[in-house]
């Protein structure tokens, strides 16, 4: 073993992921980095997955929780026990690339107040870019806007599809539905399987207008046309395996944890539109190293010298901000943190924690109150719990608006998020103090990473900036 190649453990949570974590293990153990050591933590699966990996994969550790610690207290116990210099976390729907690890090493290695190093995260499938063209639609005063049609949902089976451009924000029509107005010309980035999909698209034309045809096109080849009424409808667009193979491209999911002037956090490679996320093509934008605020759990190789100095992640918190807020902490204490495009993992975003289900809200909410509790200045405490109210009614307007039983489930998520931080409101206070013993609580550990402009998109694909393809 030379010293260009020290070793590393790497420390997978599984929690139910049969299907999953053994095509994690799998392209982990391909990796092209001899001195790698792996361990899986169990949190108490019932899904069969503990003795899959124990029989497919003997060469690595496991190590089984009696009950589902979360990700912050499951991946400790094997931080904590680990003795290798560099101590790297994968959650078990990633896919890394045979080459991912040694960049990541090779940062660490060249920066002694490197406290980690975030890869490139890919989404697990690649996109396609999908225009959608319909005639142009003038509503009434005093509306201003061009439309084409009601777009309710867009989808295949490897998950929702984000629009890039030519769609304005959140409405519901008059049963209470959610759809946003799309200009006449969209564009949607797609999620595929490289042998082909279907994509499934509800449209109306909106109430009063007469049939309405819509045109989804490809690089310029037309790959299905239909004509949608007043009334919402499933329309099915079909993408064959030679058109996927052709124009299908990646999208980032995380280049690296950017802040937010408000406290919150966002993945560098998420850009929103009308309020909307959706996830940047990969491009140049994308391939130089650079320091960014913090890595994201799902996957980073951090130095373990750093995680032993601040008690390695927060085990008060679940899952969510729990690295973020390492990140912070660390940087109060003068580590600092990188990207590093060289290194590739594929991610199948939130496979396990359903994003905006109700524990994932609680999760995220609770994580964030907890980080900010700790690090941030207080108006930004009391502004998130007052979001999070403001939410929680919201969700309850509609709720009862519309008999809706998941915007009730996420009015509880809300409120026990808030209840989960004021019980845990007195450890929370005394970090906190331990925190501003070693600097003013001003946020400014945030500011140089922060936008210099709003990351919010105008609707308009006519601007050469918004969601080439």
Known sequence: MSEAEPPVRVVVLNYNGLGRVERCLASLLASDYPALRVTVVDNASADGSPARVARDFPEVELIENGANLGFSRGNNRAL????????????????????????????????????????????????????????????????????????????????????????????????????????????????????????????????????????????????GQAVVTADPAAVTIHA????????????????????????????????????????????????????????????????????????????????????????WRARRRGWRFWYEPASVVRHEHAALSREWSPGFVRNVEFGKLRMLGKNAPGRLVGWHAAAALKFAANDARQALARRDRAAARLVLARLRALADAAAAAPGTWRMRRTEARLARLDGRELRPFLPSRPSFSSPSCLSPSQGEG
């Open 240 to 327: 064959d395996g030679a058109t996927i193979a052709r124009a299908a491209r990646p999208a980032v999911e995380s280049a690296g944890i950017a802040p937010l002037a408000d406290g919150s956090m966002r993945d560098r490679g998420t850009r929103l539109l009308a309020g909307a996320p959706w996830a940047d093509w990969d491009g140049p934008a994308y391939d130089q190293p650079q320091e960014v605020f913090a890595p994201k759990g799902a996957a980073v190789l951090y130095r373990r010298d750093m995680l032993a100095a601040l008690g390695y992640l927060d085990d008060g918190v679940f899952m969510y901000y729990e690295d973020a807020d390492l990140a």
């Open 80 to 223: 904590r026990a680990a003795d290798e210099p560099y101590l790297g976390l994968l959650n078990l729907d990633t896919e890394v690339a045979p080459g991912w690890l040694r960049p990541l090493v090779a940062r660490l290695a060249a920066d002694p107040l490197a406290g980690g190093a975030a890869p490139k995260i890919l989404h697990l499938a690649d996109r396609l870019p999908l225009r959608l063209t319909t005639p142009a639609f003038t509503p009434p005063a005093p509306d201003a806007r061009t439309l084409g049609v009601r777009l309710y949902a867009a989808a295949t089976s490897q998950g929702r599809a984000d629009v890039t451009c030519g769609a304005y924000g959140l409405e519901l029509d008059a049963r209470g539905r959610p759809f946003r107005w799309t200009e006449p010309l969209a564009k949607l980035a797609v999620p595929v399987d490289r042998g082909g999909a279907a994509v499934r698209l509800t449209l109306a034309a909106g109430a009063g207008r007469p049939p309405t045809p819509i045109s989804a096109a490809v690089d310029g080849q037309t790959i």
